[in-house]
């Protein structure tokens, strides 16, 4: 997967998006979520321009906000966006065994969220709607229910095997 480096930041883009908004701090979160969608992610030297960029701001305090919202990606995502649900219906059937399972298979360590080889992203989140299906996992849209730690793996390898 290609991922764009901090280096190759075309900050014109940047410009753009800054512009749009008047350099206007307020609108700060607008514009972070235009970058994100620009780059799919919120790249570290990006939040270092604009807050330069911007008065009124500091790279700190745009970096501060990106971390505060959990909207914000800091890190590029993977090829498969994998979201682990953890809300309180696929908690108490055993999402926990099931997110460890992943991150063993996946071999991400503590407070990773993408693989090294850019395939995968895993992210927990709350609720996907689907609790009669708990413990549940999407991958790029797609639903797998009723997960169990083997059920993942097999998953995962499914996917592994298809000659990524
Ligand atoms: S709690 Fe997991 S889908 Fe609702």
Not at 39 to 51: D, R, S, V
Not at 82 to 101: E, F, I, Q, W, Y
Not at 110 to 119: P, R
Not at 136 to 148: A, R
Request: proline share 4%; charged share 20%.
């Amino acid at each position: 997967m290609s991922v764009e480096s901090p280096q190759k930041i075309d900050t014109s883009k940047l410009d753009k998006i800054m512009a749009e908004y008047n350099y206007d701090k307020s609108n700060l979160i607008a514009i972070l979520q235009k970058v994100q969608e620009e780059f799919k992610y919120l790249p570290e030297n990006a939040m270092t321009y604009i807050g330069t960029k911007m008065e009124g701001l500091s790279p700190a305090t745009v970096y501060g906000v990106a971390t505060f919202y959990a909207q914000f990606s800091l890190e590029p995502k993977g090829k498969y966006e994998m979201k682990c649900c953890d809300g309180t219906a696929c908690h108490v059937r055993g999402s926990m065994p099931v997110l460890n399972a992943v991150k063993a298979r996946l071999k991400l360590k503590d407070g990773q969220m993408t693989t090294d080889d850019g395939l995968f992203s895993v992210e927990t989140v709350s609720c996907l709607g689907a609790c009669g299906l708990a413990p549940v996992v999407v991958i790029n849209g797609k639903v797998y229910p009723q997960m169990t730690s083997d059920a993942v793996k097999i998953v995962l390898d499914t996917i592994l095997s298809e000659g990524n």
